[in-house]
T-cell receptor, first 111, second 114 residues
């Protein structure tokens, strides 16, 4: 069965410091990995997906199949990055998509 | 383009009652999935519908059911409510094709069971 772990429930960093939100997964096939973000009083929304290989709002994430990780990184954190971040795995099968979300990490960027 | 709309936004029920929640996906999205969000368990997948067919189901008891209509709108029903069913229920829709995996979430329906 697929599983997603995010070891930190809360991560606090100062503005301008680098930030890394950890995500590890277990899945025997070829999953798709995502980061979703929920800002205060806003809906859960897609931040980035591994197949896009994009940098969104300065965030990047690289899929490491050897370590089964998909850590989210940003070199210089901003106060507006404070939010709840969820790592998610999609395990496609013959009948569609099946998403598994991690427990989430709350990022707090201090001034 | 209108987003994913969920109704009602808030509701209070008592144990033993049943509840029906509604979700209207983004126009053109044919996949609708439902999630339960609680502080203790986080986001848990309930089920996914595509073209009126349930394609996937999470590990929830049979009290949780859903359906999808020909216009892609979806409803979920919880019967014989328990206190532990208190949660935020999120609906998400996704398109077909290469963007099929990208979920767009609604604001959620917050259910309180007394």
């Amino acid at each position: 069965a697929q599983r997603v772990t995010q070891p930190e429930k809360l991560l606090s960093v100062f503005k301008g410091a680098p930030v890394e939100l950890k995500c590890n997964y277990s899945y025997s096939g070829s999953p798709e990995l995502f980061w979703y973000v929920q800002y205060s009083r806003q809906r859960l929304q897609l931040l980035l997906r591994h197949i896009s290989r994009e940098s969104i709002k300065g965030f990047t994430a690289d899929l490491n199949k050897g370590e089964t990780s998909f850590h989210l990184k940003k070199p210089f954190a901003q106060e507006e990055d404070s939010a709840m971040y969820y790592c998610a795995l999609s395990a496609p099968d013959n009948y569609g998509q099946n998403f598994v979300f991690g427990p989430g990490t709350r990022l707090s960027v201090l001034p | 383009k209108a987003g994913v709309t969920q109704t009602p936004r808030y509701l209070i029920k008592t144990r033993g009652q049943q509840v029906t929640l509604s979700c209207s996906p983004i126009s053109g999205h044919r996949s609708v999935s439902w999630y339960q969000q609680t502080p203790g368990q986080g986001l848990q997948f309930l089920f996914e519908y595509f073209s009126e067919t349930q394609r996937n189901k999470g590990n929830f008891p049979g009290r949780f059911s859903g359906r999808q209509f020909s216009n892609s709108r979806s409803e979920m029903n919880v019967s014989t409510l328990e206190l532990g069913d208190s949660a935020l229920y999120l609906c998400a829709s996704s398109p077909q094709g290469s963007g099929a995996n990208v979920l767009t979430f609604g604001a959620g329906s917050r259910l309180t069971v007394l």
